[in-house]
């Protein structure tokens, strides 16, 4: 039996950093890298709200006569996912080769010029293609930042900052929901108002790249790739920030850490392959059922009958709800198993969405609109923090991209049945479509996701 003695000294540094506390200086640093996916929130967002813009220029239309044409809407949507899954499944590794705050900085700044030169594209096809180019660099950075949360994060508040952080990302929703009121039906100083409301985010996303520059690497990251000096001392930085604060740290307990770089083939070995599969499921069917409410809700609402400036009005105030899920997370997601968080949320908003396919009326159609957006932002805090928790760290970032990378993939191609549907069965037969999404996403987690909850992230990938 191996004893205490058989550990190295960078074995320590996870037990060291799962005794940490949360100190203020942690939530510091999940505040700042929260803040750069805040911007990516926005442009994630965008769609749905500069969308009726973007009809009202003649640049595109709501629906397209042909299943995959790129004049319309959907056309502009599947841009923007193929980029992501691009961005997830083709660079994702580069987080594991060069580090997690390298990335960062390459990835926001990549958003940011992308995003202004799409703003003033004047054909749906060069629109499209800087949609594409946008969607790499967001692809990568959303990887990354689960990544980066995921090992900073003792294991009794693991839950509570993805929670946190999906509080500030998803705050991003009403500010690019309250612009896209404010702004789209209108032209300022000539410029549209959709290609301001496009600017705005990346403005700000360069003020985030600033803000944040000064964030360390991953300690865990530094242990496996043989920098265990750097780890050392960014670790004892914050352990003598938790002893200012007045906290009480234990004996670290050691982990054995392995170092070297990781290959994309472990994910199918037999320690890994049923997570990589459960995942890759629960990312098709999240990701159609998901985006096909948070990216199409103001063009469902124009196609049951309300005009523009009414449809941007009503989705502003759904949007209002979007970080009150998160927040209403921070109560529960360290007391619940994650598995079961996302499950739940997912079958209540099975009956959510029937219920939205029935509404009329602007009461009942601004209740269903919160509901359904409290409960998809519950289940997105919840598998942000739940898919980098079952990979060890030489891997964790490229087989978060991988099996995230399908999500992708089925919002690209659900933009198109969403289209379709909507031509054929209106509103409520997207509603539908919505609802048995979800439902494949609780049978599958329920079903195949293993436990996480108050266990290390090398106790879970071991």
């Known amino acids: 039996m191996q004893t205490q003695t058989a550990y190295k000294p960078v074995d320590l540094i996870v037990g060291r950093l799962e005794r940490l506390p949360a100190t203020r200086g942690f939530w510091r640093r999940v505040t700042f890298l929260s803040l750069g996916g805040f911007f990516e929130f926005y442009d994630l967002f965008l769609a749905a709200y500069v969308a009726p813009g973007l009809v009202k220029s003649g640049i595109y239309t709501s629906t397209t006569s042909d299943f995959f044409g790129n004049t319309g809407i959907a056309g502009f949507v599947a841009a923007f996912f193929l980029g992501l899954f691009v961005g997830t499944a083709l660079f994702g590794y580069v987080a594991d080769r060069l580090g997690r705050r390298t990335i960062f900085t390459v990835s926001l700044l990549w958003y940011a010029g992308a995003s202004v030169i799409m703003a003033f594209q004047q054909d749906a096809f060069s629109l499209n293609l800087w949609r594409f180019i946008c969607g790499i660099g967001i692809g990568v950075e959303l990887v990354t930042i689960d990544t980066y949360i995921a090992e900073l994060a003792p294991p009794a508040w693991r839950g509570r900052a993805f929670a946190y952080s999906n509080i500030i990302q998803f705050a991003a929703i009403p500010v690019v929901a309250l612009l896209g ?115 199409w809700m103001p063009t469902l609402l124009i196609a049951s009958g309300m005009a523009v400036t009414k449809s941007l009005g009503y989705t502003f105030l759904i949007a209002i709800a979007a970080p009150f899920g998160p927040l209403l997370g921070v109560l529960f997601s360290d007391r619940v198993e994650r598995k079961w968080i996302i499950a739940a949320s997912a079958l209540a908003i099975v009956g959510v969405g029937l219920a939205f396919a029935l509404a009329h009326g602007m009461f009942a159609i601004i209740a269903c609109g919160i509901a359904m957006t409290l409960l998809n932002n519950i289940l997105s805090f919840a598998y942000h923090g739940y898919q980098p928790e079952l990979f060890p760290t030489r891997i964790r970032a490229r087989a978060v991209g991988f099996v995230y990378s399908f999500s992708r993939i089925s919002t690209t191609l659900s933009a198109f049945v969403i289209a379709w549907l909507l031509r054929e069965f209106g509103a409520p037969g997207v509603f539908v479509f919505i609802a048995g999404c979800m439902a494949m996403v609780s049978l599958v987690i329920g079903l195949f996701g293993p436990k996480t909850r108050n266990l290390a992230l090398e106790q879970i990938s071991r």
């Open 181 to 295: 009121w404010l702004l789209v039906p209108h032209t300022i100083f000539g410029i549209e108002g959709w290609r301001l409301v496009i600017v705005a985010g990346s403005v700000g996303a360069l003020l985030a790249f600033f803000v944040r520059r000064n964030l360390p690497e991953s300690p865990r990251w530094l242990a496996a790739h043989g920098r265990a000096q750097e780890a050392d001392a960014i670790v004892e930085a914050w352990e003598i920030e938790a002893r200012l604060a007045g906290a009480q740290l234990a004996e670290p307990v050691p982990h054995p850490v392995e170092q070297g770089k990781g290959s994309f083939g472990e994910i199918w070995t037999p320690a890994y392959r049923v997570r990589t599969l459960m995942l890759i499921a629960f990312n098709v069917f999240r990701a159609a059922g998901y985006y096909g409410f948070a990216s």
